[in-house]
């Protein structure tokens, strides 16, 4: 595990994720679940980074934490300099907006809107002009290798144009950190193997990625390897 | 950006949100035309009131016009009283009675109005010429048809028949001069115009110088209530009624009838309610993980608040469009049903389409449409992200 580093602004410049002592606590029924249970981590900026495990142990609660969609019951979380663990509704969700892109299993595309509409659209809500927003989602789309499905609506896309749909998506407002959950669970081991093989392009192009995955091939490909139990990283904490 | 997430996501449901705008619409129709009813019959009785330009009814003191077999004695005395107020400006005195006909060896009968045609206020003249010799008759089309006659021809009309001696009184030959419409009519009554001094002398001293109803038009600019007071204080013997409190009458006998017309309003408006909560409650439900999702992307919860508004918004609007359309086709049908009712005037209409209850009903039926997204919308809003991607996950 990476040694808890005093806040300066080499570190800050450096690391892109800081996690400290983070625990994150669900009621169930009249018990509490501890799904995490005291997890510190830095990831650094142009990281690569597999988070895995076994079902339950607190991959997707981690993930959720770093993507400031939760909150941690005790600990702090800082992202791209800021600390996000008690950041209000409001503030949680412009942080998002601008600073972290999602990609998750099911896709999860708007099935009314063409892939172009549906890579614009964090971009229409962060306010950019339609022509912006036009001319940065079919370069994305052309990133990904999709440029003649720009038309297309999701059901008119197999699962991994669907899934590179939703990676240009989240690459939309060019967040810091690229967060992944599951992206190869619903693919076959081709398509998997596309999705792995443009996660190593974007990484080796400078984004941040953190992928949590049960797909050993996925996370072979990660620069950096995280093992969790049981709500504690129990290996890779300290690989830089 | 907004509408057209709120329009993908009605679009994706095609025919729920078909069956939805189409329950909005029945709401609405329901709803406009229970408006158009309980204001309905009180506006076409105020306008049928005011048709001909007579401000003030008398009737025998404690009746309504031609509610009993009453009339009001001495005309003339109240005639020459009602002509020293200065704001009175024309006086009708008219006096009713029934009457038969001997058409085709059978007796046809129907009611006889005896009227000054020069200052009548009870029908309108269809063609031929008014009743302006003492022996002319003018008669109503369900009369006309009954007696086979027509214009120019003599018929035998009696005031009095006794079936058990097959005799008639009050018989007179008049001449057949005109084809009128009665506005306070039914269309199956058959009805029939004489002048009074020839309804009176048919009727013999029994109604010399009397009156069923007086008709009174005030001068412009004058207080018709004022004068109904003035009248009332000098003619103890009539009751004066003005359209203000003929309707005031009207009021308080149709007020059941209107309360259940705006019940049965309030629940087609808490229907619609009901049926827009329930669609969008539905959708969101169904798209809870797209929702967090969006959240998750950075979409502000304010926006989704707002797509899950407009759904319910839009829903109302078209549903509320239609249901004016399909409202007025059902009051112009059931209206027509109503109109045929035996012994109501066939002036009286029963649904009234008055723009401004329309509008407001309407306006109404959105607003609610607005409230029916709010819960929703505080659901989509405030779906937590990360359990909810989680329940999705496991789903």
Partial sequence: MTEPVESTEVHLDRVIVSLRDVRRDYPLGDERVHALQGVSLDVDRGDYVAIVGPSGCGKSTLLNLIGVIDQPTSGTVEVNGKRVDQMGDWQATAFRLRNIGFVFQRFYLMPILSALENVALPMAEAGFTRDEQRERA????????????????????????????????????RPGLLLADEPTGELDAQTGAEIISLFQRLNADGATIIVVTHDEDLANAARRKIHMRDGRIVDGAGQP | MLFILARASLVQHKARTILAVLGVAVAAAMLLDMVMLATGMRESFRE??????????????????????????????????????????????????????????????????????????????????????????AVNDH??????????????????????????????????????RFLYG????????????????????????????????????????????????????VSAISIS?????????LSYFRQLAFILGAVSLFVGFLLVTTLVTVSVNERSGEIAVMRAIGISRTHIIQQVVIEGVVISVVGALLG??????????????????????????????QPQAAWSALGLLVASGIAAGIYPAWRAGSLPISETLRREAIA
């Fill in chain 1, 138 to 173: 079919a370069q994305l789309l052309s990133y990904v290798g999709l440029s003649h499905r720009e038309r297309h609506r999701p059901s008119q896309l197999s699962g991994g144009e669907q899934q590179r749909v939703a990676i240009a998506r989240a690459l939309a407002n």
């Fill in chain 2, 48 to 137: 049928l009131l005011l048709s001909r330009g007579f401000d003030i009814r008398l009737a025998p003191k404690g009746t309504l016009p031609f509610d009993t077999d009453a009339a009001i004695p001495s005309v003339d005395a109240i005639t020459k009283v009602l002509r020293t107020n200065p704001d009175i400006r024309e006086i009708s005195p008219v006096l009713g009675a029934s009457i038969h006909i001997q058409a085709a060896n059978r007796d046809i009968s129907g009611s006889v109005l005896g009227i000054d045609p020069t200052v009548q206020g009870d029908y309108e003249l269809l063609s031929g010429q008014d009743v302006n010799q003492p022996d002319a008759i």
């Fill in chain 2, 143 to 180: 009369l006309l048809n009954q007696i086979r006659a027509r214009i120019g021809d003599t018929l035998s009309v009696a005031t009095g028949y006794d079936p058990q001696t097959r005799t008639y009184s009050g018989q007179r030959k008049l001449v057949l001069t005109g084809r009128v």
């Fill in chain 2, 186 to 237: 039914a269309t199956d009554q058959s009805s029939a115009a004489v002048r009074r001094e020839t309804l009176e002398a048919m009727r013999g001293d029994a109604v010399k110088d009397r009156a069923s109803l007086f008709m009174i038009r005030v001068r412009k600019g004058a207080d018709p209530d004022r004068v109904r007071d003035w009248i009332e204080t000098y003619i103890p013997t």
């Fill in chain 2, 245 to 253: 409190t003929a309707i005031a009458q009207v009021d308080q006998r």
């Fill in chain 2, 324 to 353: 004016l359309g399909l409202g007025l086709g059902t009051a112009r049908y059931l209206n027509s049903i109503l109109s045929a009712f035996p012994g109501l005037p066939m002036a009286i209409d029963f649904f009234l389409f």
